[in-house]
């Protein structure tokens, strides 16, 4: 079982930024794609950016592609998003999520992936 941990969110202001952290559980981690969601409130669940196990490509939505970076630490068990210039309309919770044990390609949409983190809130005041 995968166990994801999320951290790193917070209350900044416009034009701010902020990083976050997934923690994974297990031995599994360097074969899965991982991916970073979220939700406002009274939308649905939105994808933001995915990565591959090995770290070689990412995949973001268009609406934070050049604002938004996806990393990942092998070594660490660790996903990252570094999230700059920040806006109002990125408030939201951010969830981390992870694709199953050898699906190491990227992934869009959240039936993609059975493991999930709590999230974490992230408000940009204007």
């Known amino acids: 079982q995968v166990q994801l941990v999320e951290s790193g969110g917070g209350l900044v202001q416009a034009g701010g930024s902020l990083r976050l952290s997934c923690a994974a559980s297990?031995?599994?981690?360097?074969?899965?794609?991982m991916g970073w969601f979220r939700q406002a409130p009274g939308k649905e669940r939105e994808f933001v950016a995915s990565?591959?196990?090995?770290?070689?490509?990412?995949y973001y939505a268009d609406s934070v592609k050049g604002q938004f970076t996806i990393s990942r630490d092998n070594a660490k068990n660790t996903v990252y998003l570094q999230m700059n210039s920040l806006k109002p309309e990125d408030t939201a919770v951010y969830y981390c999520?992870?694709?199953?044990?050898?699906?190491?390609?990227?992934?869009?949409?959240?039936?993609?992936?059975?493991?999930w983190g709590q999230g974490t809130q992230v408000t940009v005041s204007s």
């Open positions: 999520a992870a694709r199953a044990p050898g699906r190491g390609n990227v992934a869009g949409t959240p039936d993609n992936y059975p493991y």
């Open positions: 297990g031995r599994t981690f360097s074969t899965q794609a």
């Open positions: 990565i591959t196990s090995s770290g070689g490509n990412t």
